[in-house]
């Protein structure tokens, strides 16, 4: 079954839709193909966030991490980024709450 698109006035399909029906039709993760972001944790003292663009703000109570669609806050006590690549950051320390902004 083929799958209609949404076009704009110029009559073309949109970058992001067109990306999620090839997602979907070739059964990729999403994360992969659309680069949405993936926040892993363990227990209340460790974090993982992948797919990140950058860091907003940072001190030991509250970390904001820019992704491609939101804000990531997490706050706690005695946080700091423990190592960070391109792909990837771990967030340590004591988490009481983790929050997304649009």
Same mark, same amino acid.
């Given at each position: 079954?083929?799958?209609?698109?949404?076009?704009?006035?110029?009559?073309?399909?949109?970058? $992001?839709e067109? $990306?999620?029906?090839?997602?979907?039709g070739?059964?990729?993760?999403?994360?992969? *193909?659309? #680069?949405?972001?993936? =926040?892993?944790?363990? #227990?209340?003292?460790?974090?993982?966030?992948?797919?990140?663009?950058?860091?907003?703000?940072?001190?030991?109570?509250c970390? =904001?991490?820019?992704? $491609?669609?939101?804000?990531? *806050?997490?706050? #706690?006590?005695?946080?700091?980024?423990?190592?960070?690549?391109?792909?990837?950051?771990?967030?340590? #320390?004591?988490?009481?709450?983790?929050?997304?902004?649009?």
């Amino acid at each position: 079954m083929r799958k209609k698109y949404r076009a704009n006035k110029d009559n073309q399909i949109q970058p $992001r839709e067109k $990306r999620q029906g090839l997602t979907e039709g070739l059964e990729l993760p999403k994360d992969v *193909s659309c #680069g949405v972001v993936i =926040v892993t944790v363990t #227990g209340r003292r460790s974090l993982i966030l992948e797919n990140y663009k950058g860091i907003v703000s940072y001190d030991d109570d509250c970390i =904001v991490i820019q992704t $491609r669609d939101c804000r990531v *806050s997490v706050c #706690g006590c005695r946080l700091k980024v423990d190592y960070y690549t391109n792909e990837e950051m771990k967030i340590v #320390g004591l988490i009481h709450q983790i929050s997304y902004e649009v």
